[in-house]
């Protein structure tokens, strides 16, 4: 089994707990199936309300406050357009905190080819050159595996 080591007061699990935890918070912003979908569809260009609903097999009502949901959290940024004849309506823009879930959303996206489509899933990313993977790096660029990893109190 691979585990991260806990120093310092978080090496006794059983003395603390995971209060104000960011995965729980993050969670709490695209813990949904449809949110998570909607940023995938976001990320391959969508931008107007029909084509997230349709592109993700959802019904507009849950459409609508998803993408209510995800632009009062700040990853949409509402944005009015206008085809001609019509009534103002708005497309929803990725931000840059919409942006930086890119890695998460492919590193799903990649479990799921791995673990869930027997190692080959249907589509491909590629960067032009080849496929590009998500990993854990360490600032100067080392891979690092999860048994590397040691997680410590911030402390200011």
Same mark, same amino acid.
């Given at each position: 089994?691979?585990?991260?080591?806990?120093?310092?007061?978080?090496?006794?699990?059983?003395?603390?707990?995971?209060?104000?935890?960011?995965?729980?918070?993050?969670?709490?912003?695209?813990?949904?199936?449809?949110?998570?979908?909607?940023?995938?569809?976001?990320?391959?260009?969508?931008?107007?309300?029909?084509?997230?609903?349709?592109?993700?097999?959802?019904?507009?009502?849950?459409?609508?406050?998803?993408?209510?949901?995800?632009?009062?959290? =700040?990853?949409?940024?509402?944005?009015?357009?206008?085809?001609?004849?019509?009534?103002?309506?708005?497309?929803?823009?990725? +931000?840059?905190?919409?942006?930086?879930?890119?890695?998460?959303?492919?590193?799903?996206?990649?479990?799921?080819?791995?673990?869930?489509?027997? =190692?080959? =899933?249907?589509?491909?990313?590629?960067?032009?050159?080849?496929?590009?993977?998500?990993?854990?790096?360490? +600032?100067? =660029?080392?891979?690092?595996?999860?048994?590397?990893?040691?997680?410590?109190?911030?402390?200011?």
């Amino acid at each position: 089994m691979t585990a991260m080591t806990l120093s310092g007061p978080l090496a006794d699990r059983d003395s603390w707990t995971a209060n104000h935890c960011s995965i729980d918070k993050a969670m709490g912003v695209v813990g949904t199936r449809s949110a998570v979908l909607i940023l995938r569809e976001a990320y391959y260009g969508a931008t107007r309300f029909d084509q997230f609903a349709s592109r993700v097999g959802i019904t507009e009502a849950v459409a609508s406050a998803r993408l209510k949901e995800l632009t009062e959290a =700040g990853l949409f940024v509402k944005s009015p357009y206008r085809d001609p004849g019509q009534r103002t309506r708005y497309e929803y823009l990725l +931000t840059e905190m919409g942006d930086d879930l890119l890695p998460v959303v492919l590193g799903l996206m990649q479990w799921g080819d791995k673990h869930l489509q027997s =190692g080959r =899933g249907p589509l491909v990313v590629t960067d032009g050159n080849g496929p590009v993977q998500v990993e854990v790096r360490s +600032t100067d =660029g080392r891979a690092v595996a999860a048994d590397d990893l040691e997680i410590r109190a911030r402390t200011a």
